[in-house]
């Protein structure tokens, strides 16, 4: 499927939309808007799909309970519980969950690493005074540390979810991120074959107390290949891949990833295995778009976010059960609410125009971190996502200082450094990186953060000797 034509890629999409439309019978694509020409969320028109191995009803929209939301007087504005030890904000958690549920989002996925060990408890609170039917629960068995590896302490780490959830049943259980790091086949036995976890997660299926049983994949694609020719022996009932209009096309191209996801969603529909889609933004960077990109959108669609193309394009693709999206404000939750009550499936035109967009992304080659913090920290004090971000930051805005007349290079060029110096300090800076790989292991998009540093201080070097 890797050389799927562009005629292809359209009718596979196509056949979504035709899909989607079918999902939706009743519902209306005449965009409703507010006071402010905002598209806004229609109240029982959440798009849904069923899994063919349960016949639930799932939301297209998931709601990803990676980035809560903190308490702002003890913590820096814009940071979540992802990145802070600062106390989750309950009370808008509750809300979160309560307007999401009331516009028909039934799908929360959570893991006991989220916000630092603490998204299960805040998950479980909130949806707890709800009625259990109204909505599913999608957790993992995040045993990353070898710590974790024994029986006995990944069985406790699966039975602590369960009781965080406040609930006696899994409806969505995952083996969490395989196919990440180093020596990934090694860890995958360790992980849950030697171990006999596997077969304890399959017996768990059978006694209801999981109904659902399936992956998050990251990365290394001969586990991928590896568990998926396991199927009839395991019978996988969903896959979670990232993917995402960008992943598409070119994510085997970008910093030497694996991700593939033309590939993986063709594997999956070849074996009729639900999709679970992580990374439709790729990390927050499709709704981050560089300025130029924007206004293309908003030409075309000034009442959607730039955000709602890309969960359009997912929702587009009939296989997909849900989409997660990791809501941090309100601000989010409706916008995604706007884009889903009920989604507006993508023509063969936009289709085509996204194809365009993917390639301007891919050729300003920007670097795909998602400020997930998983790298730090860095043995030697880097600030990995900051320096990552400063130029991430400058390619959106079209502000990296290369052959332009003079006087327009200069003034890009000192504002790339003084921007730098005051985003990263001197000592945390790409310059002090001894490139000793310890952070490539732990990054989820397999970036070669060494190879990608020295692209940095290369850039930065040449910025201050003025020889660009």
Known sequence: MKDITRRDFL???????????????????????DATGTLKPMKGQMTYRTNPKTGDKVSLLGFGMMRLPVIEADAPKGTTGRETEAPIDQEMVNKMVDKALDFGVNYFDTSPAYCQGRSEKATGIALARHKRSEYFIATKLSNFAPSTWSREASIEMFKNSLKELQ?????????????????????????????????????????????????????????????????????????????????????????????????????????????????????????????YLVKEMKTREPQRSVASWAFRFCGTF?????????????????????????????????LAFLDHVAKEIFDTQSIPCTACQYCMPCPFGLDIPGIF?????????????????????????????????????KLRQADHCTHCGECISHCPQRINIPKQMQMVDEYIEKLKQNTL
Request: with cysteine.
């Open 11 to 33: 009718k596979i999409v196509g056949a979504g939309a035709a899909v989607t439309a079918a999902t939706m019978a009743g519902c209306t694509h005449e965009d409703i808007l």
């Open 318 to 350: 009939p296989k997909v059960l849900t989409s997660l999206s990791g809501m941090t404000y309100m601000d989010h939750l409706d916008d995604n609410l706007a884009t889903h009550c009920p989604l507006k499936p993508l023509t063969d035109e936009e």
């Open 167 to 291: 609930t006696d049943y899994i409806d969505y259980l995952l083996l969490h991120s395989v196919g990440g790091g180093e020596d990934s086949m090694e860890t995958l036995r360790k992980r849950y074959y030697d171990n006999g976890i596997l077969d304890f997660l399959l017996e768990q299926r059978e006694k209801g107390v999981i109904r659902n049983l399936g992956f998050s994949y990251h990365g290394d694609v001969k586990i991928f290949d590896y568990l998926l020719a396991r199927h009839d022996e395991y019978k996988w009932d969903f896959v979670q891949i990232e993917m995402n209009y960008v992943d598409w096309h070119f994510a085997d191209e970008i910093n030497d990833r694996n991700t593939d996801a033309e590939y993986l969603y063709n594997e999956l529909i070849k074996r009729d295995i639900p999709v679970v889609i992580m990374e439709p933004l790729l990390g927050g960077r499709l709704a981050n778009l560089p300025d």
């Open 389 to 425: 971000g400063h130029y991430n930051k400058c390619i959106k805005e079209g502000n990296m200082a290369t052959s332009q007349e003079e006087n327009e290079y200069k003034e890009m060029r000192r504002s790339y450094l003084i921007g730098y110096d005051r985003s990263v300090p």
